[in-house]
């Protein structure tokens, strides 16, 4: 039996090109989304754009205003702190859960997600790191095998999407994110679900340094001419 993915509707392949423009830094905080010059951009019609939009809308990427339509979403600071402290709280149930439910097979693709960081992280190439960081993050929730966190997990992952990936290019963060990641790999092998909790809950959390250091990233990108 076939059990590849349905192919993705017009729209959603839309809505995946421009958050990878929002997640690049392309499309910056602020800068307007106008459906006519995305439809002549992406040579579609309105109808596909505007359901993108929502979409993205609904993922929180994207507000709606009064008299400029869709712009790319801003987040205050202390919003960001906020969010990044449900998300550390949603990864370490994820990790406490995997540390009790892995599988081996899944235990050897969670170590081959941890190797494949290795060598973008080498090449000190942030990019590369930042994809190969989240599938190593989704293997740990589906490791949870609880569906409905697994989802939460995602969806808010995806939302912190372009801040997560700000953090990677603060000087040597990609080789701490790199040995913090060993330690889950560690904790959770060894079935240990508290000490695996803890560690990826540190490795989410911003607080002092790195919170200056995202406040910093979120300002002078805010600062750059939107489109």
């Not at 540190?202 to 001419?225: C, W, Y």
Request: net charge negative; with cysteine.
């Amino acid at each position: 039996m076939d059990h590849a993915p349905a192919p993705l509707r017009l729209s959603e392949q839309l809505c995946e090109k421009i958050e990878e423009q929002i997640v690049t830094g392309a499309l910056r905080p602020g800068a307007r989304l106008d459906e006519q010059e995305l439809a002549a951009e992406f040579g579609v019609s309105r109808t596909p754009i505007r359901e993108a939009l929502i979409q993205l809308a609904s993922a929180g990427l994207v507000d709606t205003r009064p008299r400029r339509g869709a712009v790319v979403a801003e987040i205050e600071p202390h919003r960001l702190c906020e969010m990044f402290d449900v998300m550390a709280e949603l990864e370490a149930m994820c990790a406490r859960l995997a540390a009790r439910r892995i599988t081996e097979d899944e235990i050897v693709g969670l170590r081959a997600a941890h190797q494949a960081c290795e060598a973008a992280r080498d090449a000190d190439n942030p990019d590369a790191y930042y994809w190969l960081n989240e599938q190593f993050h989704r293997h740990i929730y589906m490791a949870s095998h609880n569906g409905f966190l697994a989802e939460q997990a995602i969806s808010l992952h995806r939302r912190l999407r372009p801040y997560r990936r700000l953090q990677l290019r603060v000087r040597n963060r990609m080789k701490v994110s790199y040995s913090e990641h060993q330690s889950i790999v560690d904790a959770i092998v060894a079935g240990d679900g508290e000490r695996a909790a803890e560690r990826i809950r540190g490795h989410i959390q911003v607080q002092g340094e790195r919170f200056t250091d995202l406040v910093a990233s979120v300002r002078q990108l805010a600062a750059q001419p939107v489109q």
